[in-house]
């Protein structure tokens, strides 16, 4: 079983910056897609932020150019670095993982970025 805890939320000011940390336990992390998705009071979940087992980035228009995903496949970590946060930017969080078998979910961190 895939258990995901997600970390590093918290209030910020527009303009500001938080990482927030995403750890998986199991040994399939680093053959796994890891993506970042939010969800904003009223709003439909949205992918932010999709980095593969290879490489390869995706991120979502509304971020690019702020956020940045990256991964440490020896602590089973991905990471979402945000700058120049927007209080649109506000919601809850998920980390997500992808594997042949296996679609796991964080509990979900909060971020708020007042205006």
């Known amino acids: 079983q895939v258990q995901l805890v997600e970390s590093g939320g918290g209030l910020v000011q527009a303009g500001g910056s938080l990482r927030l940390s995403c750890v998986a336990s199991?040994?399939?992390?680093?053959?796994?897609?890891m993506r970042w998705y939010r969800r904003a009071s009223g709003n439909e979940r949205e992918l932010v932020a999709d980095?593969?087992?290879?490489?390869?980035?995706t991120y979502a228009d509304s971020v690019k150019g702020r956020f940045t995903i990256s991964r440490e496949n020896a602590k089973n970590t991905v990471y979402l670095q945000m700058s120049s946060l927007k209080p649109e930017d506000t919601a809850v969080y998920y980390c997500?993982?992808?594997?042949?078998?296996?679609?796991?979910w964080g509990q979900g961190t909060q971020v708020t970025v007042s205006s």
């Open positions: 997500n993982l992808l594997s042949p078998g296996w679609n796991a």
């Open positions: 199991g040994s399939i992390f680093r053959i796994s897609t």
């Open positions: 980095l593969t087992y290879s490489g390869r980035v």
